[in-house]
């Protein structure tokens, strides 16, 4: 089974600052999605960023973007420019691309707190 | 952007009762999903569900647990005698295909069990 870690419970940055979040992984599957979510105190769920497996390119949106290393199965997040708006609970999720199956499943990790200091 | 749409947005209800948490998916999505998230604690997945039937489920979707799609636009989660652990935010989602890229989150339905 798949397990998704996030050794930050919490952390903090300075608004205007940059922050890295981290999360590893452990799997032995080679086609997998990674996911970064995103969720305010409203609790919604929102997507951040997502990272092909097979892709060794790093994806970048925004503000936002990964330092994914699939060797050794490192998945980070960089806020660059952090906003107080960014402030929230950051999920690390983990979702298999294999098999013939017809679910979704992913695996979540504990999560980090970000609080963002004006 | 389309939503997935949860109601209600919060829920109280007495130990042993019955509770049926609604979502409305996506209109041309065809694959369903249940997550919950105890407070302070990670989003676990519950079941996913396709074509009528449910295709995945994790230990902690037991027989108290059911779900239905009982209509082309409704899915729904039931708890058929809720325990004070069921309390939690439940969370539906979707998707357009079995390995689409992207998953759309409901706002959460949070259950209070009292």
């Known amino acids: 089974a798949q397990t998704v870690t996030q050794s930050q419970p919490e952390m903090s940055v300075q608004e205007a600052e940059t922050v890295t979040l981290s999360c590893t992984y452990d799997?032995?599957?080679?086609?997998?999605?990674l996911f970064w979510y995103k969720q305010p105190p409203s609790r919604q769920m929102i997507l951040v960023i997502r990272?092909?497996?097979?892709?060794?390119q790093n994806a970048t949106e925004n503000r936002f973007s990964v330092n994914f290393q699939k060797a050794a199965k490192s998945f980070s997040l960089k806020i660059s420019d952090s906003q107080l708006g960014d402030a929230a609970m950051y999920f690390c999720?983990?979702?298999?691309?294999?098999?013939?199956?017809?679910?979704?499943?992913?695996?979540f990790g504990k999560g980090t707190l970000l609080t963002v200091n004006p | 952007e389309p939503e997935v749409t949860q109601t209600p947005s919060h829920q109280v209800t007495q130990m042993g009762q019955e509770v049926i948490l609604r979502c409305v998916p996506i209109?041309?999505?065809?694959?369903f999903y249940w997550y919950r998230q105890i407070l302070g604690q990670k989003v676990e997945f519950l079941v996913s569900?396709?074509?009528?039937?449910?295709?995945?489920k994790s230990e902690i979707f037991d027989d108290q647990f059911s779900v239905e799609r009982p209509d082309g636009s409704n899915f729904t989660l039931k708890i058929r005698s809720t325990k004070l652990e069921d309390s939690a935010m439940y969370f539906c989602?979707?998707?357009?295909?079995?390995?689409?890229?992207?998953?759309?989150f409901g706002s959460g339905t949070q259950l209070s069990v009292l």
């Open positions: 989602a979707s998707s357009e295909r079995a390995k689409h890229e992207k998953l759309f």
């Open positions: 799997t032995s599957e080679s086609d997998y999605y």
């Open positions: 990272q092909e497996a097979y892709k060794q």
């Open positions: 999720a983990y979702r298999s691309n294999q098999g013939g199956g017809s679910n979704y499943k992913l695996t």
């Open positions: 209109s041309n999505h065809l694959y």
């Open positions: 569900f396709y074509n009528n039937e449910i295709s995945e």
